[in-house]
């Protein structure tokens, strides 16, 4: 429409002063441009009028349809370009990404591997029945609710469940549908049809909070609100006092509120690209008018306070038994374990710089633990209660009380030498961005919400510095809780895993940390590419900083816009010099609003 409107005016132009064609000639490609472009930009209008949304550019559909009537033809050519370009900037800005319900059904699997006797055939998913066999192979999502009949592994259910661990999966262990699997394959006997199962009711959880999104109204309809009736005023006024319609088009034409329709669009496209610059893609532009004026921020533990995975927080030893000595002893065991915890095991040995000593002999049976033979001792790494279930260990009473996260104890020649901790450590970043989002981006609450345990949620709450704590939250309940919230404020939710995506939604503002989830990062408005907290301070200075050139443009073009219609109430405009002092005013708005694409000298206070 952009292009049919400059074509048509240029074409005017030639040929009204290069050749000596009739009038009807000369005005044709102005027609071409009032009709193709002009009449569907007022009927979408008058549409908008009949819902009552008076919007910032109810304005250029009066002058176009005044330009009709008054056959000033050229004038209202000039308003339709203004309005299609306005409406090509905000289309650019707006355009985001696919359905968050096509980024589940994408990331589930449509077959499942169904096994009877001892023959394996694929199946597809509405086929698979309560009771039937199915084999889920290593790095496979697992299709349906159901339990373990052979094997043992580790599953990954973090992003349904929040729970920061890979966890051991033996006989008879539930598993639940889009968990992923481990390096062995399971059998499992389906609990529940694929339909009725945990991630189809998250599809169902998403399509609820779809239709409970909030209505944003935008910068540019707030302002235009209180702009339009009064530039309706002045021209009315001009027409009344002096009798001349022409001058009610003329205070029309320089009235078009553009700063509103193209310097605001310009300012968000800038900012969209800085922050892409800074590893922050933004889906959804409305976040970046809207993220100012959030006054609760809520967010998820696991992976986005925390790193998401174990890490050795506390190693307790028997009085008779040496700190580093055991440490060194169970790296070198889990060296070769595949166990969830092995890591962060090896990471504290690493941390300590300690040598590792080779293993003589080793073995790992699944439920009873990890055994092996170094530097002559035989030393075991198991669960609290398959030791104390065994009767040749001693100085079991020496075992700490039960506490929060993930232990282990080790024994070494049948005595009880140390406690291992694990928690799910928090981001080096995240005390320091929650403790300053009260004082200086005036969020009045905060608030994690998580589906772990209430045991690792507060653990973490009082390392990061939140005092209000919602543990073990379905995704059912995270979303009425940031439904109810958003009822009372505008609210930031801060998250990564698929659990997140329907309270991510809900919220007036959802940011994702990180790219683990394409559902999370769908249902976002804002991603943050490398998990980082700092980069969600950022992008709160990039939307404070959009929000304050983007009004420089705007008030500041209404304020230019107001002195024309002065003249031309007074008589001193024809339509056409007014609609190219707009055109001016438009190049200044434009001019200021290109500022938020260039980073600021400061842009986070971490």
């Known amino acids: 429409m952009v292009a049919l409107a400059i074509a048509g005016i240029a074409l005017h132009l030639i040929f009204k002063f290069a050749t000596t064609l009739p009038e009807s000639s000369v005005l044709a490609p102005l027609y071409a441009v009032i009709v193709i472009g002009g009449i569907p930009l007022i009927l979408e209008l008058l549409v908008k009028a009949l819902k009552g949304e008076f919007g910032s550019d109810l304005l250029g559909g009066i002058s176009i349809i005044t330009s009709i009537f008054l056959g000033e033809y050229l004038a209202g050519s000039i308003i339709v370009l203004m309005l299609s370009g306005g409406e090509a900037l905000e289309s650019y800005a707006l355009r985001s990404a696919s359905s968050v319900l096509e980024a589940l059904a994408k990331r589930m699997p449509s077959k499942a591997h169904r096994k009877v006797g001892n023959k394996i055939h694929e199946a597809n998913l509405e086929d698979i029945q309560i009771g039937d066999l199915l084999v889920i192979y290593p790095h496979e999502i697992c299709p349906a609710d159901g339990t373990v009949t052979e094997g043992h592994g580790v599953m990954d259910e973090s992003y349904l469940t929040g729970e920061p661990f890979l966890i051991t999966k033996t006989i008879g262990s539930d598993v639940i549908s889009g968990a992923v699997n481990g390096e062995s394959a399971l059998t499992i006997k389906a609990t529940k049809i694929p339909a009725d199962s945990r991630y189809a009711k998250i599809m169902e959880v998403i399509r609820a909070s779809e239709e409970k999104r909030p209505h944003i109204r935008r910068l540019g309809d707030k302002l235009g609100a209180l702009y339009t009736p009064v530039a309706l005023t002045i021209a009315l006024l001009a027409w009344f006092i002096s009798g001349e319609s022409l001058r009610f088009l003329s205070v029309l034409v320089i009235a078009t509120p553009c700063p509103l329709l193209i310097g605001i669009p310009i300012a968000v496209i800038g900012s969209i690209s800085l922050c892409a610059r800074r590893s922050i893609i933004v889906k959804k532009t409305t976040a970046l008018e809207q993220i100012s004026s959030c006054q609760t921020a809520i967010f998820d533990k696991t992976g986005t306070l925390t790193y998401g995975e174990p890490t050795l927080t506390e190693l307790l030893p028997s009085p008779s038994f040496d700190h580093d000595r055991i440490l060194a002893l169970v790296a070198g065991l889990e060296t070769y374990s595949k166990h969830p915890l092995a890591h962060a095991v090896l990471q504290a040995a690493n941390e300590h710089s300690l040598a590792i000593p080779e293993v003589k002999e080793l073995s790992e049976q699944p439920g009873k633990g990890l055994r092996g033979t170094i530097d002559g001792h035989q030393i075991l790494i198991s669960s609290r209660n398959k030791i104390a279930q065994q009767a040749q260990f001693s100085g079991l009473e020496n075992i700490p009380p039960i506490s929060s996260g993930l232990e282990c104890i080790v024994a070494i020649d049948n005595q009880y030498a140390a406690t291992l901790r694990f928690h799910d450590a928090p981001r080096a970043d995240s005390e320091p961005f929650i403790s300053h989002l009260g004082s200086k981006h005036q969020f009045k609450r905060l608030m994690i919400v998580s589906g772990d345990r209430n045991s690792e949620v507060s653990y973490l709450a009082k390392q990061v510095g939140i005092t209000e704590v919602h ?136």
């Open 471 to 606: 543990a073990q939250q379905s995704p059912e309940e995270k979303l009425d809780i940031v439904t109810r919230l958003t009822s009372e404020a505008k609210t930031l939710y801060v998250g990564d895993g698929i659990n997140d995506a329907p309270a991510m939604m809900a919220a007036t503002v959802g940011i994702a940390i990180g790219q683990n989830s394409e559902v999370t990062t769908e249902a976002a408005s804002v991603v943050i590419m490398d998990n980082s907290l700092t980069r969600v301070d950022e992008f709160m200075h990039i939307s404070r900083r959009m929000r304050t050139i983007a009004l420089q443009s705007a008030v500041g073009g209404m304020a230019l816009s107001l002195i024309g219609m002065a003249f031309a109430a007074a008589g001193c405009l024809s339509p056409v010099q007014g609609a190219i002092i707009q055109e001016v005013i438009d190049v200044l708005a434009i001019l200021n609003a290109l500022r938020a694409a260039v980073p600021p000298k400061v842009i986070h206070d971490l």
